[in-house]
């Protein structure tokens, strides 16, 4: 038995462990990782279980500005070596699960991240230095402050009577010879469902999917986690009249039948419907596994207990000193923005390590001068909002705070959590310009291809994504500008762009009497 102290034990070395790990090993921390794989991203060894992924590779962009260019390459991790970026390791825009492995291992690597293969946390329990994590070869590890990036490894059971009759995404055959000539329910709308159902067109005699609400398509809703277009070839089938459908309906219960296969009762609205199959399968997503906390540091738990619930700065809300990295701080976005994706996380692990620096190093978090001058104001608004990869990828979720005092320079503050109310860089007297890219307020409600025009002259009449600006003091929101949409998101049009935005400093600093200050 080995006792191991340190100032960070991260469990987990997937992409959220391995970015985290990359900024504590580039500044010189006390940290290690806790791996239960012999190797990087385990978790992509596995899953998909169709081997593709679908988030966007795109190598292509017309630029060769490096940040620009991370707003479409949806799996590098932020380094500073431009070797390893994820564009290096795969030509297809939907690329192999395979190749995301080799690029992990790769840039764990090339880091030299400090990581311990092979050992399981089982127990979390506190100690005087912090937190102790024994493992499954009896080993314990101290640390003062324990980051869990284990993403959700726990299946999502579906609480129908009957559910262990069906089988789950995370261990049925993907081999659809076996579903040849069967008919098949599968119970979920999201990308897994449709992944496996498109698997089995070919074979299965009747697929059903089936949930009790609409699929949710994302070129709709732009949360990338719902149903993507790579994997909505089935809706074809339905459409088209080729034995299978999709059922917004409830499933009530599943029943073992004599001779094998599932006799499943819906509740339709016209009353209980019950249909055979030979085979159900569960694609209700994955859970968080909280079981290994003792329950004098068990973290609460939110969105139907399947995600800690944590606080802005991804720090449990009721256990100081535990953090989350990764897929698991999705609770604060919950299918709103991308905390639960690689391109969405990798910034938050980012924020995370700026969080960690300030409270616990005394490092202030990063910041620059910018001219204290309403145009040079507005220019380095734009220019964030033109290049930032960040925000971008964080919409409405991390936000640049542009903060005047009322005497003395003003200061830019990047990518810092969208809550004015919390904003520890600004003093209640101080203007806070706060900035964020983001969809308009009612973009769910627009009808996609239906001919509507989003890119409006207008920012506050615009469903496209496009920066806003909100006015803020000691917290509160005074008044916020939208700047109009850009058919290519380069917002750099004197007459659409620029000139209102400096008309909303303008009158903002007017109000609070720096207008003079600033000029």
């Known amino acids: 038995m080995t006792h191991t102290t340190t100032d960070y034990l991260i469990v987990g070395a997937g992409p959220a462990g391995l970015q985290l790990a990359y900024y504590l090993e580039r500044d010189g921390h006390d940290y290690t990782v806790l791996e239960q794989g012999d190797a990087p991203g385990t978790f ?16 292509y962009t017309g630029s060769d500005d490096p940040e620009f260019n991370l707003r479409m390459d949806w799996n590098s991790l932020l380094s500073d070596d431009p070797k390893l970026l994820f564009t290096r390791y795969s030509e297809q825009y939907f690329p192999p699960a395979d190749d995301f492995v080799r690029y992990l ?14 050992r399981r946390a089982e127990r979390v ?19 003062r402050r324990l ?58 005699a009747v697929i059903h999917v089936a949930g009790p609400r609409p699929v949710s398509l994302a070129w709709h809703t732009h949360f990338v986690g719902h149903l993507r277009a790579v994997n909505n070839n089935f809706l074809d089938t339905y459409q088209l009249k080729a034995q299978n459908a999709v059922l917004d309906v409830p499933v009530k219960r599943i029943a073992a039948a004599e001779g094998g296969g599932c006799w499943v009762t819906f509740g339709f609205t016209r009353g209980e419907v019950t249909i055979p199959y030979d085979r159900v399968i569960a694609c209700t997503g994955f859970r968080f596994d909280a079981s290994v906390f003792d329950e004098g540091c068990r973290p609460r738990l939110a969105v139907n207990d399947r995600f800690p619930e944590l606080t802005d700065r991804y720090e449990s809300v009721n256990v100081e000193g535990l953090f989350f990295a990764g897929t698991l701080t999705q609770q604060l976005d919950y299918r709103k923005s991308t905390n639960g994706f690689i391109h969405g996380f990798r910034y938050g692990a980012r924020a995370l390590y700026r969080t960690l620096n300030e409270r616990y190093h005394g490092v202030p978090w990063p910041a620059r001068d910018v001219a204290p001058d309403t145009r040079g104001l507005a220019a380095a608004v734009l220019a964030r909002v033109n290049r930032s990869s960040a925000l971008w990828q964080q919409y409405g979720t ?59 002259s207008s920012g506050t009449a615009s469903s496209y994504l496009h920066p806003v600006v909100r006015h803020c003091r000691a917290g509160a929101v005074l008044a916020e500008h939208h700047i109009a949409s850009d058919l290519e998101n380069a917002w750099q049009d004197e007459a659409a762009h620029i000139r209102p935005l400096e008309a909303f400093l303008d009158d903002a600093l007017a109000r609070s009497g720096a207008g003079a200050a600033v000029g």
């Open 125 to 143: 329990s506190r100690c005087a230095e912090g937190f102790t994590v024994l493992d499954d070869h009896g080993d314990t590890y101290r640390a």
């Open 44 to 59: 992509f060894t596995t899953f998909p279980r169709h081997r593709q992924m679908i988030s966007n590779n795109k190598r």
């Open 398 to 456: 991390l936000a640049d705070f542009l903060v005047v005092p009322p005497t003395g320079q003003a200061r830019y503050y990047e990518e810092l959590p969208a809550r004015p109310d919390r904003a520890t860089v600004a003093g209640p007297a101080d203007d806070v310009f706060l900035v964020t890219l983001e969809y308009g307020p009612a973009h769910e409600a627009q009808v996609p291809f239906a001919g509507e025009v989003v890119h409006a």
């Open 147 to 204: 980051v869990m990036a284990t993403g959700v490894s726990r299946a999502n059971v579906p609480d129908i009577p009957g559910a262990d009759l069906a089988e789950h995404y995370s261990t049925v055959s993907v081999d659809p010879e076996e579903f040849t000539g069967q008919r098949v329910l599968i119970i979920g709308k999201g990308n897994s469902a449709f992944e496996t159902a498109d698997n089995l067109v070919a074979n299965a």
């Open 105 to 118: 291992a790769d840039f764990a690597a090339g880091h030299g991240l400090r990581i311990t293969f092979g």
